[in-house]
């Protein structure tokens, strides 16, 4: 009983303060954008004060209460320009971006991540790069799977259980075709996985292989721009119907990391293809260089 | 000792500590919970405080609460913000009646 009602009201009031970052930032942006330019000449103290920069609250229960409230001084400022630029650059309504527009941000999130993103990859992009993300459930990995299987310490599965496991398996079906050949690999794809509607792409049925491979685990990066957490997701399943209203799906992990909820409280992301050939880059999150 | 924010000393948030005590929470989960309290009445009192500021003013203001200077703080409210301490503690109110409405549509 504790659990749900906390995470409940976690969950509830965590989506609630990213919504008042948000309109901060919406409303007042450009004098919160000279306070980051000029907080090292201005700060006296702690941080505590300025966490309306970032809008960073403590994610998951605090062992250190009071430091998990206060943002770390190395990543305040690359977190603020991060979510003050996208601030400049994202519309108001979450609609498909304008090309200019996923360049601009391209731009941005290659530059603070390191990383080479972009909304087109091989003459292939999905149906759009910036829209509401719902949550998903976790992915049978191998035959047999299921969720005392699935986790790999008391506390992820504490934090993930009830998410439950999809009755079906994902697009490319198992991840491994059985427990003891289960790699890690394997394991963080099912952990960082994303849905998106594949089938949405141009022309897909009449390219339906060549879309099918070059999907398959496609590394992408998911930004939140509220809060400015990025992740390095694969894609492993196809969805969700546009009659739902959201765009994309993520794992719970995902969605845990990215501190978005799904309902009355979704929110949206930012998901650009990373190119890496040659598999250097690993799943999960990452933070600014 | 020093209060944590510049306004600690005219809200009161027991009321909801209280509540959250009443709930079946790890003492952990209680403190997460009620630090989000305070981070969601933290950006709500920032919000109402730019919304009544000139640009200049609000970077004025801006400077002083990284300073954190709150005699400075409420110089310059007071100065510039008629009834400020009303209007924060209004905003706090309304704030912490729907964080309480949260709990009971939880709890029910």
Same mark, same amino acid.
């Given at each position: 009983?504790?659990?749900?009602?906390? =995470?409940?009201?976690?969950? @509830?009031? %965590?989506?609630r303060h990213?919504?008042?970052?948000?309109?901060?930032?919406?409303?007042?942006?450009?004098?919160l954008?000279?306070? &980051?330019?000029?907080?090292?000449?201005?700060?006296?103290?702690?941080?505590?004060?300025?966490?309306?920069?970032?809008?960073?609250?403590?994610?998951?229960?605090?062992?250190?209460?009071?430091?998990?409230?206060?943002?770390?001084?190395?990543?305040?400022?690359?977190?603020?320009?991060?979510?003050?630029?996208?601030?400049q650059?994202?519309?108001?309504?979450?609609?498909?971006?304008?090309?200019?527009?996923?360049?601009?941000?391209?731009?941005?999130?290659?530059?603070?991540?390191?990383?080479?993103?972009?909304?087109?990859?091989?003459?292939? @992009?999905?149906?759009?790069?910036?829209?509401?993300?719902? &949550?998903?459930?976790?992915?049978? @990995?191998?035959?047999?799977?299921?969720?005392?299987?699935?986790?790999?310490?008391?506390?992820?599965?504490?934090?993930?259980?009830?998410?439950?496991?999809?009755?079906?398996?994902?697009?490319?079906?198992?991840?491994?075709?059985?427990?003891?050949?289960?790699?890690?690999?394997?394991?963080? %794809?099912?952990?960082?996985?994303?849905?998106?509607?594949?089938?949405?792409?141009?022309?897909?049925?009449?390219?339906?292989?060549? !879309?099918?491979?070059?999907?398959?685990?496609?590394?992408?990066?998911?930004?939140?721009?509220?809060?400015?957490?990025?992740?390095?997701?694969?894609i492993?399943?196809?969805?969700?119907?546009?009659?739902?209203?959201?765009?994309?799906?993520?794992?719970?992990?995902?969605?845990? !990391?990215?501190?978005?909820?799904d309902g009355?409280?979704?929110?949206?992301?930012?998901?650009?293809?990373i190119?890496?050939?040659?598999?250097?880059? /690993?799943?999960?999150?990452?933070?600014?260089? | 000792? =020093? =209060?944590?924010?510049?306004?600690?000393?005219?809200?009161?948030?027991?009321?909801?500590?209280?509540?959250? /005590?009443?709930?079946?929470?790890?003492?952990?989960?209680?403190?997460?919970?009620?630090?989000?309290?305070?981070?969601?009445?933290?950006?709500?009192?920032?919000?109402?405080?730019?919304?009544?500021?000139?640009?200049?003013?609000?970077?004025?203001?801006?400077?002083?609460?990284?300073?954190?200077?709150?005699?400075?703080?409420?110089?310059?409210?007071?100065?510039?913000? /008629?009834?400020?301490?009303?209007?924060?503690?209004?905003?706090?109110?309304?704030?912490?009646?729907?964080?309480?409405?949260?709990?009971?549509?939880?709890?029910?």
């Amino acid at each position: 009983m504790t659990q749900s009602h906390y =995470k409940s009201l976690s969950d @509830r009031w %965590r989506a609630r303060h990213q919504n008042l970052t948000k309109n901060l930032w919406i409303k007042h942006g450009e004098s919160l954008e000279w306070l &980051a330019n000029n907080y090292r000449q201005l700060i006296s103290g702690s941080l505590g004060g300025l966490m309306i920069l970032t809008g960073q609250i403590s994610n998951t229960l605090p062992s250190a209460p009071i430091a998990a409230t206060q943002p770390a001084i190395p990543n305040l400022d690359k977190k603020t320009f991060l979510i003050s630029d996208l601030a400049q650059i994202l519309p108001k309504d979450v609609r498909p971006l304008e090309a200019e527009e996923e360049q601009n941000i391209c731009d941005i999130l290659s530059r603070t991540y390191g990383i080479k993103v972009t909304p087109e990859l091989e003459g292939k @992009r999905l149906n759009r790069s910036y829209g509401f993300i719902g &949550a998903e459930q976790h992915l049978i @990995r191998y035959p047999g799977d299921n969720l005392s299987s699935h986790f790999d310490s008391d506390e992820d599965s504490e934090l993930y259980w009830q998410q439950g496991m999809a009755p079906g398996l994902g697009a490319w079906s198992y991840f491994s075709p059985s427990k003891e050949a289960s790699t890690q690999k394997d394991k963080d %794809r099912e952990k960082y996985y994303i849905a998106v509607p594949t089938f949405l792409s141009k022309d897909f049925n009449s390219r339906f292989a060549e !879309y099918r491979d070059f999907y398959k685990y496609r590394k992408m990066l998911v930004v939140n721009p509220n809060n400015g957490r990025a992740i390095v997701a694969d894609i492993a399943d196809a969805g969700p119907a546009e009659s739902t209203g959201k765009q994309l799906g993520g794992s719970p992990e995902v969605m845990h !990391y990215l501190e978005r909820f799904d309902g009355s409280l979704k929110g949206p992301v930012l998901y650009f293809f990373i190119n890496d050939p040659d598999d250097k880059i /690993n799943l999960g999150p990452v933070t600014p260089i | 000792m =020093k =209060k944590k924010y510049f306004y600690s000393h005219i809200i009161d948030t027991s009321t909801l500590s209280l509540e959250l /005590n009443e709930m079946d929470l790890t003492s952990i989960e209680r403190l997460h919970l009620i630090s989000l309290v305070e981070s969601n009445i933290h950006q709500e009192i920032i919000n109402l405080i730019l919304s009544e500021l000139s640009l200049p003013d609000k970077k004025i203001f801006l400077a002083h609460l990284a300073s954190e200077n709150h005699d400075k703080i409420w110089e310059f409210l007071n100065s510039k913000i /008629n009834d400020a301490e009303e209007k924060i503690k209004k905003t706090v109110e309304d704030l912490k009646s729907e964080l309480h409405k949260d709990i009971k549509e939880i709890k029910s």
